[in-house]
Nanobody, 123 residues
Framework: VQLQASGGGLVQAGGSLRLSCAAS????????MGWFRQAPGKEREFVAG????????NYADSVKGRFTISRDNAKNTVYLQMNSLKPEDTGVYYC?????????????????WGQGTLVTVSS
C-alpha cells in the first residue's frame, strides 16, 4: 500500500490549501482514513478522520470549522481542505490508513502512512 500526499506549500495566514492523498490499493474504500500533522519540535497530532463511506468525519478541536476532510473512493483519494489557515497550522501533514474504524485520533491504530507534505503558514 502506498499513500502519496501532495498539495502543501507556503501560504499567508488566512489563506487556504487543499491537500490530497492518493492511495495505490484497490481496497481503499474499505478503510477509514486520517490526516495527522507534525510541527517542528512537536509530536505528531491528529487533524481529521473520515469513515470508509465518507458519512462520518472527526476533527481535532483546533481545526473544527476551518478544515474539511472528504474522499472520492472512485479515485482512491482523500482530501483535506484547509481554510483560514493560521501560523500554528504549520507542519508536515501526513495521510494514513486506519485499522480501527471506531477510533480516529490514535496514531498507533494507523498502519500505512504517506511521506508527508509540508504546509507553511506565514504571519
Amino acid at each position: 500500500v502506498q499513500l502519496q500526499a501532495s498539495g502543501g506549500g507556503l501560504v499567508q495566514a488566512g489563506g487556504s490549501l487543499r491537500l490530497s492523498c492518493a492511495a495505490s490499493q484497490r481496497t481503499f474504500s474499505r478503510y477509514t482514513m486520517g490526516w495527522f500533522r507534525q510541527a517542528p519540535g512537536k509530536e505528531r497530532e491528529f487533524v481529521a478522520g473520515i469513515s470508509w463511506s465518507g458519512g462520518n468525519t472527526n476533527y481535532a478541536d483546533s481545526v473544527k470549522g476551518r478544515f474539511t476532510i472528504s474522499r472520492d473512493n472512485a479515485k482512491n483519494t482523500v482530501y483535506l481542505q484547509m481554510n483560514s489557515l493560521k501560523p500554528e497550522d504549520t507542519g508536515v501533514y501526513y495521510c494514513a490508513r486506519n485499522t480501527d474504524p471506531r477510533v480516529y485520533d490514535t496514531a498507533r491504530l494507523y498502519d500505512y502512512w504517506g511521506q508527508g507534505t509540508l504546509v507553511t503558514v506565514s504571519s
